[in-house]
Each structure stands twice: as C-alpha cells, then as structure tokens.
C-alpha cells in the first residue's frame, strides 16, 4: 500500500553515505549545545534571518502546545477546517477555542474572520497558511489585516506554515504580536526527525521558551538538519522537485475528473477534493494500492485527500484515475 494519507515526502532528503558520514562525525556523548546553535545560524542563513529571530523545538506540534500553555490567558481562534492538533492541544491545556467556519466551497471569508476577532477577542489567532486540508493560499493583504486587528486588540496571530515552501513567498512585519511555525516535515524531507521552527521577535520567542526543554532536539537530528541546509544546491533541487511533483498530482485530478468532482486548486504537496462522487473516486484508488486521506466527520465526509509520491507512483495512480473515469462513464451511458 502506497501512502498518501499524511503529506509527506516521497523522497528522502539526502543519501544514504551522507547519513553515515554525518552519524560517524556526530558526538553523542555531549549534549548539543554547539550542534543547537550551529543549526540555527545554517537555517537562518537559508532564509536571510537572524538567529535571533527563530528557535527550533520537536516539530510543530510542540510549537503549538506552546502557544496555548505560554502566550497569555483567554480563548484562541482558528478556522473549520484547520489542522486538527490547534484543537487537541487547546483541549488538553483547557483552553477556550472557537472556530470560523469555511463557506461550502472550502474557502475562508476575511470579513466573517475580523467579525470574529472583535466579537471574541482571542488571546490568540492560527490558522495554515497555505490552509491544510483545503491547500488554498489567502493573500498577503487578506494575512496583513488580520494581523493589524490582532494588534489592535492586544492579542497574537500565528500563521503556521508547514506547507509554504510549495506555495508564495508573502511579506507580513515580524512585530511581538506575530508568530511564525515551519516544520522540517514536508518540502525539506525530514518526517522523521521532528523538527519544527519558530520565527518571530526575540521577545516571543523568550516567552515562548519560558517552557522549554533544555535540549528540545538530539545531536543527531540537529547534525543532519544542519547539514542539509548547508547545502543550498542540495535543498532547492529536493524542493523542486517536490513542487513538480505537486504539480503533477493536481493535474491527474483537474484533468481526468475534475467536471464531474470538485478540485480544489492548491499550493501544497496535496490535493483536497470534494463532492458526492469524491469518496467513491477514493475507495477505488484505496482498492488499488493507494491510501489518501479520508474524513470521518460529517463536515469533511464527502471530501478525500491526496498527497504527492514519486513520479513513477504518479503515473500510476493516474492511470487508475482513468480506470475509474471510464467505468463512470460507462455507468452513465447504461444509465441513459
């Protein structure tokens, strides 16, 4: 079974020498104080940042915990659909959350998002950006005016960008109140590793450590991260050619159905798509070797989600896409 259920990437982020040698260089018998910093400055670099401006902790995730134990009291905002940890952590550390629902086509209204930071001023306000599990990508005045309301009422707004290495770069001031998460899981290859950055003042990002672990991530971890980013040829080629393949997956599903399914246009290394013949589409591709993403709740039930694979298992399951579009077809033509 080929799993494209969780976004990952197909390929890995460097080769199996390279892992060796670094594992060889590596000395696990000090903590990673060195290897921590030397880190940061690699992908500070990368991106034109300052140390400063970023810290890294184990994945996302504990980015987002983070959030809702250390920025201050009061509910947080975020979107139906959204990512659905915003709400298992808000649960577990019992804070309030409170949601904008999506309009029937998936897509968010900026006028009912401010309406709802007035009504209930959060302490806090996240969202995706491009949004997981639609893959759309809000403008940068659509993100600047949020941040500007969420200024104005003193609270903070997180924009979690797991995906954005497969979508458009946006300028947004990088005040106290905005905070920034990438994680190391998707265009950059490393799942498994459990990296996950913080970018904002130096300010947040002591609040935000106020909780920290001593040493969030091992030496071996920060080795291999540190050197994938040291090797700028090496990184753009890997996320070029998942962006390809990005490509490549929305053009199976835009191409071969999308008149008859709903395609949501997306800029990330997934594919959402929707409507009464979505999940019929998808237990059919499940039957033939590939596993997407389904949804159990009623809102999403009659979407499924599809995340790249290497371009050969691309060509395959365009090929059951076209199985599956000729028997419909067929169906209908009987039906007639």
């Not at 949501?264 to 290394?269: D, G, L, V």
Request: with cysteine; aromatic share 12%; charged share 20%.
């Amino acid at each position: 079974m080929i799993r494209i259920n969780k976004n990952e990437s197909p390929i890995p982020a460097m080769e199996s020498e390279k892992l060796k040698e670094i594992i060889a260089s590596s000395e696990f018998n000090f903590y990673p104080d060195e290897e921590y910093d030397a880190f940061l400055e690699s992908y500070a670099n990368f991106y034109g940042l300052s140390p400063n401006q970023i810290s890294a902790a184990n994945g996302s995730d504990e980015w987002i915990q983070k959030c809702m134990i250390a920025l201050p009291e009061g509910p947080v905002l975020t979107l139906n659909p959204d990512f659905f940890m915003y709400t298992a952590y808000a649960q577990q550390i019992k804070r309030p959350i409170y949601y904008v629902d999506a309009e029937p086509d998936f897509t968010f209204s900026l006028y009912k998002i401010l309406n709802e930071i007035r009504r209930i001023k959060p302490a806090f306000f996240i969202m995706s950006v491009p949004h997981n599990p639609s893959g759309i990508q809000y403008p940068e005045q659509f993100l600047n005016e949020i941040s500007q309301l969420m200024k104005e009422i003193g609270g903070y707004f997180v924009i979690d960008e797991a995906y954005l290495d497969f979508g458009d770069a946006y300028v947004i001031d990088l005040e106290d109140h905005v905070i920034q998460m990438r994680t190391l899981s998707k265009a950059f290859a490393l799942a498994g590793l459990r990296v996950g950055i913080v970018i904002s003042t130096e300010k947040t990002i002591q609040k935000l450590n106020s909780i920290a672990h001593p040493y969030p991530l091992n030496t071996l971890t920060l080795q291999i991260a540190k050197s994938l980013f040291d090797d700028t040829d090496r990184v753009q080629s890997l996320i070029n050619r998942q962006r390809n393949l990005s490509i490549q997956l929305r053009d199976i599903f835009e191409e071969h159905v999308s008149d008859i399914i709903h395609v949501i246009p997306s800029k990330t290394n997934f594919v959402l798509t929707y409507g009464d013949l979505a999940n019929d589409l998808g237990e059919y591709i499940y039957s033939n070797g590939f596993f997407p993403r389904f949804y159990g709740d009623n809102r999403m039930s009659h979407t499924v989600r599809y995340s790249i694979a290497t371009e050969h298992q691309l060509n395959e399951l365009e090929q059951i896409v076209i199985d599956w579009r000729k028997s419909y077809d067929l169906s209908q033509e009987k039906n007639n």
